[in-house]
Every structure is written in structure tokens, then in C-alpha cells.
């Protein structure tokens, strides 16, 4: 290596760029162009805040939802049904998309009970094919998604050893890698006419880590950051019609997921508050909602308090994330190999109960 060379990397050279700088405006250049960078950015900011306050109190715009197709994925139970209810009487037509088909079929008829238009595609979300396959079909059968929720999840409520490696792999497939694919399959269409929304059902759990939810937390996480990155990839681009929305809520009581799950400090959320809100988020293109509204404090003291106070304030908040309510047997000490699923006891998590469907594109 050449002494210029190795001049450059300890930083006693100026790289290839700041040559073209005259030596004597090097810093200044710098310098200046930071506070020029800084001054316009606050700017900005200042402008960007004093509208939100505004809007805040004034209240925000409520798009009309008329006329859209809204594909709601976990659709056939749960959160997913509520929404889609409330969705349809706002007169979105509906297509629901679920592995349970048994609730499926309830929800096209509740749907339908209300005068509204639905149908339901049985897919499993952890299968890539089915997600591309079904989603060719949508498009032909009902119509161009304008509407995207990626609703549907599951949850192993587990210590990680004690969680088989398939339930793991499926919290990712189910929680996060579905939905690429299924942004991925509805995106292009909605950028073609520079129209859409993709909401994304995430968790306060993507922002604390919860004992026996390591893989869900995880999984919640990267639906955080998947929602982020999107909507900021979208505006790079320069798409201004395509909007997402990040919902993050505190567990909710009556869906089936953490039924059991006994909080302190905070009630569980009722399920049909739930859905109100999240419809309100995409009707005023909300970026993000964390439901209760209250919890935003308490992720900016997150970082402003020592870490211990918040690993005790989130253990005694949560005794038992575990969705059955109760733990997981001990593993036996002088079990030969503890971590191997046979040795595990025989215990699924939801939907795992339901029976596969017969024809995974099957239209109730
Ligand atoms: N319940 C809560 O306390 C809570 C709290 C925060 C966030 N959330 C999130 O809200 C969303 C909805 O949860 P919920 O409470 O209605 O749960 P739920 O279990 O009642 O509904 C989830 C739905 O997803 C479907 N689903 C599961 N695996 C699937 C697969 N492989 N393919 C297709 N469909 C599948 C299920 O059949 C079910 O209808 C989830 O993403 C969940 O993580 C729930």
C-alpha cells in the first residue's frame, strides 16, 4: 500500500471529494453547510408541527372510503372481522383472507347481514405460492386492491427454548414475511394509479420486549420497520397516493389471541374500540396509531429512565404473556436433549386447532 494511500485511510489526506474544495474553505465549507442544512430542516420541522397542532385540534380530514376494495388478511375471525364490518358499512367491498375457513364463511355472512359485499379466499399466509397465486385471483374475481391490512398473526407464548423451531419459523412467516409478499403482489397496481394504503397491524410489542413473546416481539418489530421503511421508501420515490399506516395496540381482550393475558396499570383494550380506531387512522391517513394514545409517553421515558425500571414496570405489568395462561412445563433436568420438539409436550399455537382447508383458493 502506498504511503498516499494509507495517508488517506488514517484521515492525514483529504479524500477523491474534498480535493475539489479549495484548502482554505475546506472547514468552513463544512461548517456553513451544516448550519444552512440545520436551519432548513427546523424550518420544516417548525412548519410540520404547527399544522399537526392544528390538525390536532381542529380535527383531520376523513377520506371517503366508498367504492374501495379492502383485503383484510386474518379477516375470518378476530380484530380482522370487526374491521372488515366496519369497512364495509363505510362501503368498501370486502375480501377476506384467512387459513380458518369455517370463519370465513361467518364473516362473508355477517359482512353480507349488513348489506355489504364480501367474499373470502382461504390462504395460508405462510406459504409465499398461495399468497402470489390468490392474489393473480383477486385481481381477476373482484378487482384492483386499493386497501391492503395485513391483519393476520399468531403468537407461540413460549420461553424461546422451549418454543419448537417450526412455531418460530411460522411467528416470521405469518407475522412478517407475508406480508412482503403481499405488498409485494398489491403494491405495483397501487403505484400505477397512484392510489392506495397499506395498513399494517403491528403490536405495542414491536417497540418492548415481553418474556415467553421473543419470537412475536421480534416478528412485531420488523412489521414496525417494515411500515417505516416502506412509507419513507414511497415518499423517496416520489409515490404521494400510496400512504401506510402503523398500528401498534396494547393487548386486546375477546379477539382469542391474549384472552388470558391478566395486565396491570392498563385494562385490556376492548376489541371493538380497536377496530373503531384503526378504521379512524385510515380514514385520516394516520402514519401511526398506538392505542391506548397514552402509551407514546411512556415509549419517549423508554429511553429517559434507567433500563432496570423498565424491565420491572414490564414484568409487573405483564405477569403472563403466555396466550393459554399458563406456562410451559419445566423441562426435565436430565432430559438428554431438552430443546428437541418430542421432548416438548404437544401444545400449538392458534390457529394451529383449525383444519386445513381442502382447496386453499376456495372463494366462500
Ligand atoms: N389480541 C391482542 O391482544 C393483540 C394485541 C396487539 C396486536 N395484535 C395483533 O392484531 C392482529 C389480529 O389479532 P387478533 O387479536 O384478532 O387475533 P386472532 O387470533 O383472533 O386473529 C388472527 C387471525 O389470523 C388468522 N391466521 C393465523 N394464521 C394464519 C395463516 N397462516 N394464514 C391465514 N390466516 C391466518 C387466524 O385464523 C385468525 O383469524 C394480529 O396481527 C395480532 O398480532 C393483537
Same mark, same amino acid.
Given at each position: 500500500?502506498?504511503?498516499?494511500?494509507?495517508?488517506?485511510?488514517?484521515?492525514?489526506?483529504?479524500?477523491?471529494?474534498?480535493?475539489?474544495?479549495?484548502?482554505?474553505?475546506?472547514?468552513?465549507?463544512?461548517?456553513?453547510?451544516?448550519?444552512?442544512?440545520?436551519?432548513?430542516?427546523?424550518?420544516?420541522?417548525?412548519?410540520?408541527?404547527?399544522?399537526?397542532?392544528?390538525?390536532?385540534?381542529?380535527?383531520?380530514?376523513?377520506?371517503?372510503?366508498?367504492?374501495?376494495?379492502?383485503?383484510?388478511?386474518?379477516?375470518?375471525?378476530?380484530?380482522?372481522?370487526?374491521?372488515?364490518?366496519?369497512?364495509?358499512?363505510?362501503?368498501?367491498?370486502?375480501?377476506?383472507?384467512?387459513?380458518?375457513?369455517?370463519?370465513?364463511?361467518?364473516?362473508?355472512?355477517?359482512?353480507?347481514?349488513?348489506?355489504?359485499?364480501?367474499?373470502?379466499?382461504?390462504?395460508?399466509?405462510?406459504?409465499?405460492?398461495?399468497?402470489?397465486?390468490?392474489?393473480?385471483?383477486?385481481?381477476?374475481?373482484?378487482?384492483?386492491?386499493?386497501?391492503?391490512?395485513?391483519?393476520?398473526?399468531?403468537?407461540?407464548?413460549?420461553?424461546?427454548?422451549?418454543?419448537?423451531?417450526?412455531?418460530?419459523?411460522?411467528?416470521?412467516?405469518?407475522?412478517?414475511?407475508?406480508?412482503?409478499?403481499?405488498?409485494?403482489?398489491?403494491?405495483?397496481?397501487?403505484?400505477?394509479?397512484?392510489?392506495?394504503?397499506?395498513?399494517?397491524?403491528?403490536?405495542?410489542?414491536?417497540?418492548?420486549?415481553?418474556?415467553?413473546?421473543?419470537?412475536?416481539? #421480534? !416478528?412485531?418489530?420488523? %412489521?414496525?420497520?417494515?411500515?417505516?421503511?416502506? +412509507?419513507? $421508501?414511497?415518499?423517496?420515490?416520489? &409515490?404521494? *397516493?400510496?400512504?401506510?399506516?402503523?398500528?401498534?395496540?396494547?393487548?386486546?381482550?375477546?379477539?382469542?389471541?391474549?384472552?388470558?393475558?391478566?395486565?396491570?396499570?392498563?385494562?385490556?383494550? #376492548? !376489541?371493538?374500540?380497536? %377496530?373503531?380506531?384503526?378504521?379512524?387512522?385510515? +380514514?385520516? $391517513?394516520?402514519?401511526?396509531?398506538? &392505542?391506548? *394514545?397514552?402509551?407514546?409517553?411512556?415509549?419517549?421515558?423508554?429511553?429517559?429512565?434507567?433500563?432496570?425500571?423498565?424491565?420491572?414496570?414490564?414484568?409487573?405489568?405483564?405477569?403472563?404473556? #403466555?396466550?393459554?395462561?399458563? %406456562?410451559?412445563?419445566?423441562?426435565?433436568?436430565?432430559?438428554?436433549?431438552?430443546?428437541?420438539?418430542?421432548?416438548?409436550?404437544?401444545?400449538?399455537?392458534?390457529?394451529?386447532?383449525?383444519?386445513?382447508?381442502?382447496?386453499?383458493?376456495?372463494?366462500?
Amino acid at each position: 500500500m502506498s504511503i498516499e494511500t494509507q495517508e488517506y485511510i488514517n484521515g492525514l489526506r483529504p479524500g477523491p471529494l474534498t480535493r475539489e474544495i479549495p484548502e482554505c474553505m475546506r472547514d468552513k465549507y463544512t461548517v456553513l453547510q451544516s448550519i444552512l442544512d440545520i436551519t432548513l430542516f427546523l424550518i420544516i420541522a417548525i412548519r410540520k408541527v404547527i399544522q399537526a397542532i392544528y390538525r390536532t385540534i381542529v380535527g383531520y380530514p376523513k377520506k371517503d372510503l366508498k367504492g374501495n376494495i379492502a383485503l383484510v388478511t386474518g379477516g375470518g375471525g378476530g380484530l380482522g372481522s370487526l374491521m372488515a364490518l366496519r369497512l364495509a358499512r363505510l362501503g368498501c367491498t370486502i375480501v377476506l383472507w384467512d387459513i380458518n375457513k369455517q370463519g370465513l364463511e361467518d364473516t362473508v355472512k355477517l359482512v353480507k347481514g349488513i348489506g355489504g359485499q364480501c367474499c373470502g379466499y382461504v390462504v395460508d399466509l405462510a406459504k409465499k405460492e398461495d399468497i402470489y397465486r390468490v392474489a393473480k385471483q383477486v385481481h381477476l374475481e373482484v378487482g384492483r386492491v386499493n386497501l391492503l391490512i395485513n391483519n393476520a398473526g399468531v403468537v407461540s407464548g413460549r420461553y424461546l427454548l422451549d418454543t419448537p423451531d417450526h412455531l418460530i419459523q411460522r411467528t416470521f412467516d405469518v407475522n412478517i414475511l407475508a406480508h412482503f409478499w403481499t405488498v409485494k403482489a398489491f403494491l405495483p397496481s397501487m403505484i400505477e394509479k397512484n392510489d392506495g394504503h397499506i395498513v399494517t397491524i403491528a403490536s405495542m410489542a414491536g417497540y418492548v420486549g415481553v418474556p415467553k413473546l421473543v419470537d412475536y416481539c #421480534s !416478528s412485531k418489530a420488523a %412489521a414496525c420497520g417494515f411500515d417505516e421503511s416502506l +412509507r419513507l $421508501e414511497l415518499q423517496d420515490r416520489g &409515490i404521494t *397516493g400510496v400512504r401506510t399506516s402503523l398500528i401498534c395496540p396494547f393487548f386486546i381482550r375477546s379477539t382469542g389471541m391474549f384472552d388470558d393475558v391478566n395486565s396491570r396499570f392498563l385494562p385490556q383494550l #376492548s !376489541s371493538n374500540d380497536v %377496530a373503531d380506531r384503526v378504521v379512524h387512522a385510515i +380514514r385520516t $391517513e394516520e402514519p401511526f396509531a398506538f &392505542i391506548p *394514545g397514552i402509551l407514546r409517553i411512556a415509549l419517549c421515558l423508554r429511553w429517559l429512565v434507567p433500563y432496570q425500571v423498565i424491565a420491572d414496570f414490564v414484568r409487573m405489568m405483564i405477569p403472563d404473556a #403466555s396466550p393459554v395462561g399458563h %406456562a410451559a412445563p419445566p423441562t426435565p433436568p436430565d432430559s438428554p436433549s431438552p430443546l428437541t420438539e418430542t421432548t416438548l409436550p404437544k401444545r400449538e399455537s392458534r390457529p394451529l386447532s383449525l383444519v386445513p382447508p381442502e382447496r386453499h383458493d376456495r372463494q366462500v
